[in-house]
Nanobody
């Protein structure tokens, strides 16, 4: 079992930055791929970024590539999402997720989820 708690969301102006954190419980955190997804009102939950348990593989949605950076610290059981050059269309609830397998961008395939943190980017 893995429990996930996100933090770091908030309200920022367009062009600003935020750093999301996701703290995980469980001794096997380092064996899970971690991901970030987001969901805006009236839209489906969409993939943002993922990182393998060794940090050897990383992927991003095209919409955030070059602006967002995912990283993890297995010693702290934490995964991060650094978000720069934020746009109003980045506004959403951001969710942290964990799965034993890396590579699937379908939210339905991920096993564990946090409660989400709101990110709002003003224009």
């Amino acid at each position: 079992q893995v429990q996930l708690v996100e933090s770091g969301g908030g309200l920022v102006p367009a062009g600003g930055s935020l750093r999301l954190s996701c703290a995980a419980s469980g001794r096997t955190f380092s064996r899970y791929a971690m991901g970030w997804f987001r969901q805006a009102p009236g839209k489906e939950r969409e993939f943002v970024s993922a990182i393998s348990w060794t940090s050897g593989a990383i992927s991003y949605a095209d919409s955030v590539k070059g602006r967002f950076t995912i990283s993890r610290d297995n010693a702290k059981n934490t995964v991060y999402l650094q978000m720069n050059s934020l746009k109003p269309e980045d506004s959403a609830v951001y969710y942290c997720a964990a799965d034993r397998n890396y590579g699937n961008r379908d939210a339905l395939a991920w096993d564990y989820w946090g409660q989400g943190t709101q990110v709002t980017v003003s224009s």
